[in-house]
């Protein structure tokens, strides 16, 4: 059963450590797939609380590092101070990473749509036997892993905190308010060390009894003015100035609401969000009241970063994570038989946009011709 969302958060000093444990928690090693924004800064933070890290990550970053080191840095109000990280190990590969290995932790903090590849690079590796964590956005990659690894060996994870890469070996702690979320995949699994470690080394961190919960409940705030923003090439703000489109986003909220009812999970409050007060505003409230709520939402969990779906759209990126955030939705509406045609047109826009399918400039900045697309599909979904 998922975590009653009100109640109180797991206090860490009553997480009792076994001498086992307590060796593990004083020196790791551990290896970080994907090492971008968010990859980077919880390597980086490991790595200066004394762990054994390498990083997985590109050839710019690597040399960057081989410079300069990896420099993190934080606004003043952040529980963690700025640093610059030297005694970390960057790769360009998993193969290479498993030189160093064996790892008693994997981090996942690739894109969503690069699971599959990284896993395959895994098994073919030897990493040894690692706890495996994902800090993804979606809900699809915590099956994929299990699947691959095996459930008791995978964590859950949601991390809350806008991060960002303003140059290679650098990452920027945009934001103080969010924490880290980790909830077991096994049903008799324990996350309590690992919260301990990253509470202690990286970000504050709470325990969630249901990771699915954990995962939808994030992915609720990653689809606010997400991709119809990427669409148009607007910003947050302008979506939400527009009353159609307003109500437009507040339409496609309302669909994974519905699809996590369906599916009997309840939202869970995340580190800095109250999720189910959210999901209970979209659902009751009036539209002309939850446009302000939304924007100021957005605008003071995502900081300076535009959306990702439109930053990989304005990067020429031929993949979108739009498959895993509205498309998760559409998924789950097909499998408990709800419509959502919403969460379907912002879908399908974006595939084709990436894919190069159709032009940006046909409607970009145009939320006549987005709604226009929306309404066909709302007339298609009631006649099926």
């Known amino acids: 059963m998922p975590l009653d969302y009100n109640g109180p958060s797991i206090s860490l000093e ?17 290896v970080v797939i994907g090492a971008g924004a968010v990859g980077g800064w919880v ?25 300069g080191g990896l420099r993190l840095l934080a606004p003043e109000d952040a529980p963690k101070p700025s640093i610059t990280v030297r005694d970390i190990r960057v790769t360009t590969s998993i193969a290479s990473a498993a030189e160093h290995g064996p790892y008693d932790l994997a981090i996942f903090t690739v894109k969503t749509f690069d699971t599959d590849d990284a896993v395959a690079e895994m098994l073919a590796a030897d990493l040894g036997h690692p706890t495996i964590l994902s800090l993804q956005n979606g809900v699809r990659s915590e099956g994929v892993l299990a699947k691959a ?54 970000l504050p961190t709470r325990a969630y009894a249901d990771y699915q919960a954990l995962k ?40 994974a ?24 505003s979209v659902r009751w409230a009036p539209t002309a009241m939850l446009k302000p709520i939304l924007r100021k939402l957005v605008a003071g969990g995502r900081g300076e970063k535009p959306p990702s779906l439109l930053y990989e759209l304005q990067r020429g990126r031929r993949h979108s994570e739009v498959n895993d955030l509205n498309g998760a939705v559409v998924r789950g509406g097909e499998a408990h038989g709800l419509p959502t045609p919403i969460n379907r047109t912002l879908t399908e826009i974006l595939v084709r946009l990436v894919q190069g399918r159709i032009q940006w400039a046909s409607i970009r900045r145009q939320p006549d011709v987005l709604l226009a697309v929306a309404t066909e599909m709302r007339r298609k979904a009631s006649q099926a």
């Not at 009553?14 to 551990?30: A, N, Q, T, V």
């Not at 809350?160 to 008799?188: C, Q």
């Open 14 to 30: 009553s997480l009792p450590l076994d001498g086992h444990d307590r060796d593990m928690m004083e020196h790791m090693k551990i």
């Open 43 to 67: 390597g980086g933070r490991l790595a200066w609380s004394g762990h054994s890290v390498t990083l997985v990550g590109r050839q710019p970053l690597a040399d960057a590092m081989n410079e």
């Open 149 to 202: 690894f095996g459930a008791e060996r995978i964590i859950a994870g949601a991390e809350l905190n806008p991060i960002s890469n303003p140059d290679a070996g650098m990452v920027l702690l945009e934001k103080s308010r969010g924490g880290i979320g980790l909830a077991p995949v096994a049903p008799d699994g324990q996350v309590e060390k690992w919260v301990r470690l990253f509470d202690e080394a990286v």
């Open 216 to 255: 939808w409940s994030k992915l609720l705030l990653n689809l606010i003015g997400n991709a119809s923003a990427a669409i148009l090439d607007m910003s947050t703000t302008e979506v939400y100035a527009d009353t159609d489109l307003s109500r437009l986003e507040i339409d496609m909220l309302r669909e």
């Open 257 to 280: 609401i519905a699809v996590m009812g369906s599916a009997g999970l309840k939202p869970v409050t995340l580190p800095g969000y109250p999720v189910p007060l959210l999901a209970w």
